[in-house]
């Protein structure tokens, strides 16, 4: 099974500050990756797929990159509503497998 | 607008059964591969299970295969999940999900982009 190790476990962010996330696979996932965020009490949504492409709807300071075995999330002018969970996500093979998750709060 | 809502979740017990619906809206059912992912309280998510579009193939994780069964009803535009056999570790909140995928250059990706609110599970005696 692919391993997806992702840090940090928690971070907390001031107001505008840009901050990352980071997903390292146990082997190639040819940026099979997805990321989510999730809020409080409500079902995971889809930030970003195929690495980097942002999907329809999620603010532009969103941002993914990466290749290989190693992806980031950037979140470029932290806002109060980015506080949430945030967990990546291989589609490459099954058993499909998530990140142990990012718990972002507002500093 | 695509919409996914599960029902079905509630108290068991232990070695007991219990099959989950989920009822989908809002674009073709019959086109799109499927999913159910949990997540245990306080956790992170787990895939569960996944079923082709016609129903012809599954996959699963090792923690729960020979013991769930997914399936789905595309003239009623459902997915399912029967459970069998349930353990203190299955409790979860369980989120129906469609995968899509989208094309590449040189090979496909494969996401799952819209979820349901979620169908709570608690196995306990």
């Known amino acids: 099974d692919i391993q997806m190790t992702q840090s940090p476990a928690s971070l907390s962010a001031s107001l505008g500050e840009t901050i990352s996330i980071e997903c390292r696979a146990s082997e190639d996932i040819y940026s099979n990756l997805a990321w989510y965020q999730q809020k409080s009490g409500k079902s995971p949504q889809l930030l970003i797929y195929a690495a980097n492409r942002l999907q329809d709807g999620v603010p532009s300071r969103f941002s993914g990159s990466g290749s290989g075995t190693q992806y980031s999330l950037k979140i470029s002018g932290m806002q109060p509503e980015d506080e949430g969970d945030y967990f990546c996500?291989?589609?490459?093979?099954?058993?499909?497998?998530f990140g142990a998750g990012t718990k972002l709060e507002l500093k | 607008e695509v919409q996914l809502v599960e029902s079905g979740g509630g108290l068991v017990q232990p070695g007991r059964s219990l099959k989950l619906s989920c009822a989908a809206s809002?674009?073709?059912?019959?086109?799109?591969?499927m999913a159910w992912v949990r997540q245990a309280p306080k956790k992170g998510l787990e895939w569960v299970a996944t079923?082709?579009?016609?129903?012809?193939?599954?996959y699963y994780p090792d923690s729960v295969k020979g013991r769930f069964t997914i399936s789905r009803d595309n003239a009623k535009s459902s997915l399912y999940l029967q459970m069998n056999s349930l353990k203190s570790e299955d409790t979860a909140t369980y989120y129906c999900?469609?995968?899509?995928?989208?094309?590449?250059?040189?090979?496909?990706?494969?996401?799952?982009?819209?979820w349901g609110q979620g169908a709570s599970v608690t196995v306990s005696s």
């Open positions: 999900a469609r995968r899509r995928v989208y094309p590449g250059i040189t090979t496909n990706y494969y996401v799952m982009d819209a």
């Open positions: 809002g674009f073709t059912f019959s086109n799109y591969y």
């Open positions: 079923i082709s579009t016609s129903g012809s193939r599954t």
């Open positions: 996500l291989q589609g490459s093979k099954f058993p499909n497998t």
